[in-house]
């Protein structure tokens, strides 16, 4: 098990296949990009699977999520999700993406297995997606999401940040797009893990903002705690349900307690949060040819030492050197 010492148990590992994106979010990255990690410096599709197979056959991990950077622009994506879906016992497989290719691949996807995707929609205003991520994919996004429903990726989840001044109007609007064609929205507050270090308080939309402007619009009822578990998100049902929206209060309504996260960088060192300043490398120790025991003692200590919470709000708080789209969000 990867037991930490305050007794939480990480049993759902995020693993970045790269740290490149075709997108610009401004709360994540500059408009030039970033220096993205050499080649070499990569976990190979090899690597990536044997450490999976470790997670999942010695340490008890029961759901794996490929995110990025962008995880389509992996080329062996589908191949990955195949293995790991052939892995027993059987982890639920997912992704993160931000659906651009999405239409293309996401009946190879399903048919490989892929239970789940969470894709990224900020906004339903072309000039506005440009404004936040600097390239003009709006559409292209749009035709993933349909592309995950017709393949069967569901309840096609949607992941939104909203920023102010740009598209904190759209709350209203991104919760009916997504009741009308059945999608799940989920709401996230912006973090400090901008490549920029832009990110401030002040700036942020809360949680308690986010749900202020839906409650003027939809009648919201918290939906059963019990489901929730270790979810970061809190679920409403909308105007009694059976649609459901999600806001993840990551900042002002941690729920660091109930973390079950652990996650493997694209250059395979394992993080035991988001938020950490310390990882531990997998990939060297794999490629001067530890054992799968050895690799699992590793990677065990390194979950050992996750801190009780993130800290957002310490004054000793530091932003993590790596931003998200490196770490894996
Ligand atoms: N490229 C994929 C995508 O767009 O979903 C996967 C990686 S992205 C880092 C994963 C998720 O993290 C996205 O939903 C994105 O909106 C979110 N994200 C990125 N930076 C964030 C930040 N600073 N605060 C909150 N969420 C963030």
Same mark, same amino acid.
């Given at each position: 098990m990867l037991l930490d010492?305050?007794?939480? =148990? /990480?049993?759902?590992?995020r693993v970045s296949l790269t740290d490149r994106c075709n997108l610009r979010c401004t709360y994540c990255m500059p408009p030039e990009g970033l220096d993205w990690l050499p080649k070499p410096e990569l976990l190979t599709a090899e690597e990536i699977m044997r #450490?999976? /197979?470790? @997670? =999942?056959e010695r340490l008890g991990i029961t759901e794996v999520r490929y995110t990025g950077g962008e995880p389509l622009l992996r080329r062996e994506l589908t191949e990955i999700v195949a293995r790991t879906t052939g892995l027993r016992p059987r982890p639920q497989v997912s992704l993160t993406t931000n659906g651009i290719g999405l239409a293309r691949l996401a009946g190879a996807l399903a048919g490989a297995g892929l239970?789940?995707?969470? =894709?990224?929609?900020?906004?339903?205003?072309?000039d506005v997606f440009v404004r936040l991520a600097h390239r003009d994919r709006l559409r292209d996004v749009l035709a993933g999401l349909s592309g995950a429903a017709e393949a069967g990726l569901l309840p096609v989840k949607v992941n939104t940040v909203l920023m102010r001044g740009i598209n904190d109007h759209e709350a209203v609007? %991104?919760?009916?797009?997504? #009741?009308e064609r059945g999608y799940e929205l989920r709401f996230i507050e912006q973090m &400090?893990?901008?490549a920029q270090h832009g990110w401030t308080r002040e700036g942020m939309v809360t /949680?308690?903002?986010?749900?202020?402007? %839906? +409650? /003027?619009?939809?009648?919201?009822t918290p939906a059963d705690p019990v489901e929730r578990g270790s979810a970061p998100?809190? #679920?409403? %049902?909308?105007? @009694?349900? &059976?649609?459901?929206?999600?806001?993840?209060?990551? =900042?002002?309504? &941690?729920? +660091? @307690?109930?973390?079950?996260?652990?996650r493997i960088t694209a250059d395979g060192q394992v993080r035991n949060c988001l938020f950490a300043?310390?990882?531990?490398d997998l990939r060297g120790a794999m490629r001067a040819g530890a054992s799968d025991a050895e690799l699992a003692e590793r990677w065990k200590a390194a979950v050992r030492g996750k801190r009780a919470g993130h800290g957002i709000d310490d004054p000793s708080f530091l932003q993590p050197a790596r931003p998200m789209s490196a770490i894996g969000g």
């Open positions: 010492s305050f007794g939480r =148990v /990480a049993t759902d590992l #450490l999976v /197979a470790i @997670g =999942v239970d789940r995707v969470n =894709v990224s929609l900020d906004t339903l205003d072309k609007a %991104l919760l009916e797009f997504c #009741l &400090p893990l901008d /949680a308690d903002e986010i749900l202020a402007v %839906l +409650c /003027a619009r939809f009648d919201l998100a809190e #679920l409403f %049902l909308v105007d @009694g349900g &059976p649609a459901r929206v999600g806001v993840i209060g990551s =900042v002002t309504r &941690p729920f +660091c @307690g109930a973390c079950d996260r652990v300043t310390e990882e531990s």
